[in-house]
């Protein structure tokens, strides 16, 4: 089946630091989506990706269809970033279903 | 502006009892809406999506059913629960777009325990 392999599964940053996160897929996807799940379970959307470059602040995120992967970087790091991210998406084959990775549980550390 | 709103904030119920979770959409009509599982530390699931009223189709089973009797509507439930039923459900709606999907967004979800 369609599978979206996430990693890394968990991430320590200090404040101000940065990094990214990744997704790898098995199959051809339409298009990609980044959230932010929060200590109380709501999914925050950070970026809805057909292709290519979205920046929003201190995140920006790349979808490559053709290479089959998508990433989130993280820069200057605060407090707040803290949780778990979850790219999912949704294959060319499957309409309506959007496949989740298995997430990134972020630390942010002052 | 659309909001969604999910019914129960959260549930305990024993094993065995009927379960409905409910999920409203405002502002927005004729949408796809969505049901998802979480478990505790867990990945996202797909349920059930729904394009129209009247119209569920089921992505996985886990002896639970969905309905969708009015537009702006989408329900959850079961007859009888299982243990393996515990988790977080969301509710979720996208615009709907002919021939594919859209941004996907969620409500606050709801928080099952069965004991």
């Known amino acids: 089946g369609d599978q979206v392999e996430q990693s890394p599964s968990a991430l320590s940053l200090h404040e101000g630091t940065g990094s990214a996160l990744r997704c790898n897929f098995t199959?051809?996807?339409?298009?990609v989506q980044w959230f932010q799940q929060n200590s109380r379970g709501s999914l925050i959307n950070l970026f809805y990706?057909?292709?290519g470059t979205k920046e929003n602040g201190r995140l920006k995120s790349t979808f490559n269809s053709k290479e089959s992967y998508s990433t989130l970087h993280i820069r200057d790091a605060q407090l707040e970033d803290s949780g778990t991210y979850f790219c999912a998406a949704e294959a060319s084959s499957s309409f309506s279903k959007l496949v989740f990775g298995q997430g990134t549980s972020l630390s942010v550390v002052p | 502006a659309q909001t969604i709103h999910q019914w129960p904030v959260a549930e305990i119920k024993a094993v065995g009892s009927p379960l409905s979770l409910g999920c409203t959409i405002k502002?927005?009509?004729?949408?796809?809406l969505y049901w998802y599982w979480q478990a505790t530390g867990g990945t996202l699931q797909q349920l059930f999506y729904s394009i129209t009223v009247g119209q569920v189709e089921s992505v996985v089973q886990l002896n639970l059913s969905a309905s969708r009797p009015k537009d702006d509507q989408f329900i959850l439930s079961t007859e009888k629960l299982l243990l393996s039923h515990s988790g977080f459900y969301l509710c979720?709606?996208?615009?709907?777009?002919?021939?594919?999907?859209?941004?996907?967004?969620f409500g606050k979800g709801t928080r099952l325990t069965v004991v």
């Open positions: 979720a709606w996208s615009p709907y777009r002919q021939g594919g999907n859209t941004e996907v967004f």
């Open positions: 199959t051809t996807m339409r298009a």
């Open positions: 990706l057909a292709s």
């Open positions: 502002g927005k009509s004729s949408p796809n």
